[in-house]
């Protein structure tokens, strides 16, 4: 089945202990992007892939690292969580970028940081 | 820079009638627009997408959204909404310029009452 599975997909953690939220999608697909859901505010862009190897910034990337080593995978990384980084995070994935504009998301990993 | 409106953080409708979600957009240029629905607790799932053509776009579930150049909007749309309906709705755009990121408007959440 064609998927893009996050982990965790509930977190709660303190602040300043690192943790990282994994993607991987099973669909070969170039493009990856992390957004984050907040109420009142929709999907915000955190991070996005274009291909292996390359990142680029979205609107709201402070707080956040990103890696893509391999084409499946695109790990979300918070070095010293902060509370203001609560919220519903989703990774999304696509076989060409947005010029088609059909991501498949995950279902979401919801962290809470005291 | 481009950037989408949902005007009503709710739409309530009840069962066996029409319902309308609205969205209006800003681009420089032409805009590729996007509808995508979420359902309790999971991620979002493409509905329908306009790129050119007929401005009377037809998708998933018996939507279908209307490309308004003039008015800049891009309403979704369904003849007769049922319970199973309900749910968080969001508009996206983006310009046709390149590979450019997928703006998402705030969402509007739709219940459909029995």
């Known amino acids: 089945e064609a998927q893009v599975t996050q982990n965790p997909r509930y977190l709660i953690t303190v602040t300043g202990k690192k943790l990282t939220v994994t993607c991987s999608q099973n669909m070969n697909h170039e493009y990856m992007s992390w957004y984050r859901q907040d109420p009142g505010l929709g999907l915000r862009q955190i991070y996005y892939?274009?291909?292996?190897?390359?990142?680029d910034k979205g609107d709201v990337p402070e707080g956040y690292k990103v890696s893509r080593k391999e084409k499946r995978n695109f790990p979300l990384i918070l070095e010293s969580p902060s509370p203001n980084q609560t919220s519903l995070y989703f990774c999304?994935?696509?076989?060409?970028?947005?010029?088609?504009?059909?991501?498949?998301f995950g279902e979401g990993s919801r962290l809470t940081v005291l | 820079a481009q950037s989408v409106a949902q005007p009503e953080d709710q739409v309530n409708v009840a069962e066996g009638n029409p319902l309308t979600v609205k969205c209006t957009y800003s681009?420089?240029?032409?805009?590729?627009l996007f509808w995508y629905v979420q359902y309790p607790n999971r991620g979002l799932q493409f509905l329908l997408k306009?790129?050119?053509?007929?401005?009377l776009v037809k998708g998933s579930y018996g939507f279908e959204a209307e490309f308004n150049k003039s008015q800049t909007s891009f309403h979704l749309k369904k003849p007769s909404a049922l319970v199973s309906d309900s749910a968080l709705y969001f508009c996206a755009v983006r310009d046709k310029s390149g590979n450019t990121p997928l703006v998402f408007g705030k969402g509007t959440r739709l219940s459909v009452i029995a």
């Open positions: 306009y790129i050119t053509g007929d401005n």
């Open positions: 999304a994935s696509s076989l060409y970028g947005t010029l088609t504009g059909e991501l498949f």
């Open positions: 681009v420089s240029g032409n805009p590729y």
């Open positions: 892939s274009m291909n292996v190897e390359v990142t």
